[in-house]
């Protein structure tokens, strides 16, 4: 009987100890992204002559959230036919190139996550927003996977922590802040409700003079991430101004990123949407 129970124990302890060793592997690859190939050679683009293009880039080393990528193409060619633009949907790190990259109004970071792009190509998206490009993050663009310092600083503008596990996903009452800027806020409700899984920062971007559009009470929710001896202390939120959209000019360029966006849920939701249309016209202004 004893001989019995030790291996029973033993047992138990050992499926511990291997679903605790791929628990944190996978988190390990979350944070830090899987094998990554970067695609160098340029694609073969036909830029219409009449249209500001928008370049919508897709590709995950990290998380995939599958089902708000694919729920967003239709949606952003519908915007596109909407507003004569040009669009160009990718997984393909090639463009990231000075010579096609000037050719674009707007790059959009669709949840892309991990390290996608290499060194220079990284280089070249630095210059290209400096010197007078659009930049968006959306989702999944805005976790710790990226692990590139101008993106954080000129995107981002704080630091990823982590998102609610208990309750993944929590409806909020949204607020427009009362200094958003006016051509991202125009025709947009002053506050409505909307239910995501909710990132957490370190940091505020208000206080590095980033333009918040949207923000919640963050003491509204249970942001509790907290994983035992996986990822411990994450049992806080951002408090009651918790910023879920913001906006910055930087250089001569414009970035904007928001943490909605987790699945195909915020793509049906027409607030949602005229948001991501408003940034992207945003972006294109000189």
Same mark, same amino acid.
């Given at each position: ?8 124990? $033993?047992? !138990? !302890?050992?499926?511990?100890?291997? !679903? ?11 944070? /830090? ?7 160098? @050679? &340029?694609? &073969? ?9 928008? !370049? ?6 990290? $998380? ?13 060619? +519908?915007?596109?036919?909407? /507003? #004569? ?12 190139? =000075?010579? +096609?990259?000037?050719?674009? =109004? ?11 792009? #290499? ?14 490009? %659009? ?6 663009? %805005?976790?710790?996977?990226?692990? *590139? ?18 309750? +993944? $996903? ?21 506050? *409505? ?9 370190? @940091? ?6 980033? /333009? ?27 408090? /009651? ?25 915020? *793509? ?19």
């Amino acid at each position: 009987m004893k001989k019995a129970v030790k291996i029973i124990g $033993f047992t !138990l !302890l050992t499926i511990i100890i291997l !679903l605790g060793t791929a628990m944190g592997l996978f988190i390990y690859k979350v944070k /830090n992204g899987f094998p990554v190939s970067y695609e160098t @050679e &340029k694609p &073969k683009i036909n830029f219409p002559s009449n249209q500001k293009a928008v !370049l919508v880039f897709s590709k995950t080393t990290g $998380f995939r959230h599958a089902a708000s990528i694919d729920a967003s193409k239709p949606v952003l060619e +519908q915007l596109a036919q909407k /507003n #004569n633009w040009f669009v160009y949907e990718t997984e393909d790190g090639g463009v990231f190139n =000075s010579e +096609q990259l000037a050719k674009f =109004s707007t790059v959009i970071f669709d949840n892309s996550t991990g390290e996608v792009i #290499n060194d220079e190509q990284k280089r070249a998206l630095e210059q290209y927003v400096e010197n007078g490009g %659009g930049l968006i993050g959306i989702h999944g663009a %805005g976790d710790d996977s990226h692990h *590139w310092d101008w993106y954080e600083q000129n995107l981002l503008g704080a630091k990823f922590s982590h998102h609610a596990l208990a309750q +993944q $996903f929590q409806t909020a009452e949204i607020q427009k802040d009362i200094k958003a800027d006016s051509t991202i806020s125009q025709e947009l409700p002053t506050s *409505w409700k909307h239910a995501d899984e909710w990132y957490v920062f370190f @940091e505020n971007p208000r206080a590095k003079g980033f /333009n918040i559009i949207y923000f919640m009470d963050g003491d509204k929710i249970d942001a509790n991430g907290s994983i035992p001896m996986l990822a411990p202390n994450k049992n806080f939120g951002m408090g /009651n101004d918790h910023p879920l959209a913001w906006c910055k000019s930087i250089g001569k360029g414009k970035t904007f990123y928001t943490s909605f966006g987790h699945n195909e849920v915020a *793509w049906k939701n027409e607030t949602f949407v005229k948001l991501i249309e408003n940034a992207i016209n945003w972006t294109q202004m000189k």
